[in-house]
């Protein structure tokens, strides 16, 4: 009797220190326009980025993870809300103005609003890229230097419907990328500077290219970087002296998008190669000081990190010298940044836990970005309190963590530039376009009749267009694309609305009009 009292107390304990574990915290690392090589746990021998790619062995290290689209905003909004951006009104494209209206809606259910209410404090420390509503000036300055679209926004006036005001608590962050005005910094709903100059850098020394626009005379874009480091560390040591509640950190960087604007440590790194490889390197450092900041804060088995790209590599910003050597930007897949090709949305990603995550360990199940909000839930054994009407493209990969291996997903849908779909089945892909769907790639020539179907497992580099000898599996993968386009879902629930209809291509339309719209189900 004794014996039995004995354990049960101890079980008692147990339970109740389990209770008591206090979540683990968040990092989430975002980078921009990296493409699947430019990382030595991927294969890249050209650029070294040796704190990356010790996260990989620490950690596990994903070769079939995917972005919902192949260029940033669409990118940005799947991660945060759980659902297909094509869902929202951007049917194709990024926002690319200082006034565009914000893309999140305040009153929708996100991975950050709800962190925040499981007991999580938010944070955001990058590049947003999801727009803001700000007040408008009734009579921009005039001149022909101040024609570009920043220069019609009031800056001096708090915006609307950024990063606070849809979940984060802290936010120090640029509205867009380093080649789209407004050049200045922004905290929580505010301006911290008021643009007096023009300014705009170069893509990088071998493309002249740049956005010139609004900016504030004291932002450098060479020095973003060492800021987003330095605010990040600020960020984690605060929340790290909370002992009772955890953080959600996310870190969109503004690297290696263009410009190509590497910081005074990092400019001439790579001298042999371009400005584009210093920028990979001040990544890599970027990632050191954010785990040497956890680590010094004594919260390092507490805290999960994930570090994924937005979209693959931008063929535009022109690597010779790089290529010349070998260097291939999306190894051996197909295409680049905003095409519909592997190379445009299959990304780095790597998830670092100790003692949770089994260090060196790989995984080829497919994932998504849009899988982070129903994983996060997991994690927090909260998701059953997902509503029904938030994370409708998410899956949970808690259980690949862990080490199981299985599919996740029925299947994933993937979004180009110019709003092309493809939907991908176990090994097949079909894409509903003839080309790449848009974009800088050289392979957007027309390569299908009609559609592109291809067997990644016999075919990953997607040179062979199987679509006259399958037609059963184009049959079926359009019906999946259906289903998904009039479920505004493709997790298990009730019917959900979208944000018009995602489908805009009306000649694939004559072809499948299963993926027509319809006003009664």
Request: charged share 25%; with cysteine; proline share 6%.
């Amino acid at each position: 009797m004794k014996t039995v009292f004995t354990i049960l107390c101890a079980l008692l304990l147990n339970f109740s220190a389990f209770a008591k574990q206090k979540q683990p915290n968040i990092i989430f690392i975002l980078i921009d326009d990296q493409g699947y090589y430019d990382l030595g746990c991927y294969g890249a021998t050209e650029i070294k980025t040796p704190r990356i790619d010790a996260m990989a062995k620490e950690g596990m290290r994903f070769t079939d993870a995917h972005t919902t689209s192949s260029v940033c905003t669409p990118t940005r909004y799947g991660i945060l809300t759980g659902r297909y951006n094509w869902r929202s009104r951007l049917k194709r494209g990024v926002l690319v103005k200082a006034s565009s209206q914000a893309l999140m809606d305040p009153n929708r259910v996100n991975l950050p609003n709800f962190l925040q209410q499981n007991g999580y404090h938010t944070g955001i420390v990058g590049k947003w890229h999801l727009g803001a509503d700000w007040e408008l000036l009734e009579k921009p300055p005039e001149g022909p230097d101040r024609k570009d679209d920043s220069w019609r926004v009031d800056y001096s006036k708090p915006f609307r419907n950024g990063p606070v005001d849809v979940g984060f608590d802290e936010a120090f962050f640029i509205l867009s990328s380093l080649d789209m005005a407004p050049y200045l910094y922004l905290r929580n709903n505010k301006s911290l500077s008021i643009p007096t100059v023009n300014a705009g850098w170069a893509h990088n020394e071998y493309n002249d290219f740049k956005r010139v626009g609004a900016g504030a005379a004291d932002f450098d874009a060479h020095t973003c970087l060492a800021d987003f480091a330095r605010e990040s560390r600020e960020y984690i040591k605060r929340q790290a002296s909370d002992k009772d509640n955890p953080f959600f950190l996310y870190v969109p960087l503004t690297s290696p998008h263009t410009p190509g604007t590497p910081g005074k440590k990092f400019k001439g790194k790579f001298p042999q190669y371009s400005l584009y490889a210093d920028l990979v390197a001040e990544t890599d450092w970027v990632v050191e000081q954010i785990l040497e900041q956890v680590a010094d804060s004594g919260i390092d088995k507490e805290t999960l990190v994930i570090y994924t790209s937005d979209n693959g590599f931008a063929p535009y910003v022109k690597i010779p010298k790089m290529l010349a050597a070998g260097y291939k930007p999306s190894g051996d897949w197909r295409g680049s940044k905003a095409t519909i090709f592997e190379g445009g949305h299959r990304v780095p990603f790597l998830v670092r836990w100790p003692g949770k995550v089994k260090p060196g360990t790989t995984s080829d199940v497919t994932i998504c970005t849009t899988d982070f909000f129903a994983t996060f839930a997991e994690i927090l054994t909260a998701s059953k309190s997902i509503p029904v009407n938030a994370a409708e493209d998410s899956f949970s990969f808690f259980s690949i963590l862990k080490g199981e291996k299985q599919a996740i997903r029925p299947f994933t849908i993937h979004h180009s530039i110019g709003g092309t779909f493809a939907i991908r089945k176990g090994d097949w892909k079909l894409i509903l376009s003839k080309s790449a769907g848009g974009g800088w790639s050289k392979t957007s020539g027309a390569t299908g009749k009609v559609v592109q179907l291809y067997n990644l497992a016999d075919d990953p580099a997607e040179t062979k267009n199987l679509e006259d000898s399958h037609p059963e599996k184009i049959k079926e993968l359009v019906a999946d694309l259906a289903q998904a386009f009039q479920n505004g879902r493709t997790t298990p629930g009730p019917i959900q609305s979208n944000e018009g209809w995602p489908f805009l291509d009306k000649k694939m339309i004559q072809h499948f009009p299963e993926l027509a719209e319809f006003k009664k189900r």
